[in-house]
């Protein structure tokens, strides 16, 4: 079973930046998507990269700050997070959009704080 292994979260300051990355055995093979959730509300996608990474799109509340990218080389994709804002507080997760639902099993996250 392929797993998702998230990092790079942590707690910075409003206007701060943070670099997330996603590692799993077969990001080479598919579009990635980025997720949040935050306390008290449902998962939301943010951002997705197509497969061979010439492609992206963001939701609203994120473009402008946010920038995903891959390296398929190294089976992983990141979300380099600027203008940091407290309502991007969440636990921040990778898969593989599909459909309503994700193709995966959810990793663990990481958790984004921003303090204001």
């Known amino acids: 079973q392929v797993q998702l292994v998230e990092s790079g979260g942590g707690l910075v300051q409003a206007g701060g930046s943070l670099r997330l990355s996603c590692a799993a055995s077969?990001?080479?093979?598919?579009?990635m998507g980025w997720y949040r959730q935050a306390p008290g509300k449902q998962r939301e996608l943010v951002a997705t990269?197509?497969?061979?990474?010439?492609?992206?799109i963001y939701a609203d509340p994120v473009k402008g700050r946010f920038t995903i990218s891959r390296d398929n080389a190294k089976n992983t994709v990141y979300l380099q997070m600027n203008s940091l804002k407290p309502e991007d507080t969440a636990v921040y997760y990778c898969?593989?959009?599909?459909?309503?639902?994700?193709?995966?099993?959810w990793g663990q996250g990481t958790q984004v704080t921003v303090s204001s």
């Open positions: 990269i197509s497969r061979g990474g010439t492609s992206t």
């Open positions: 077969t990001v080479r093979f598919n579009a």
């Open positions: 898969n593989v959009p599909s459909g309503s639902s994700p193709l995966l099993a």
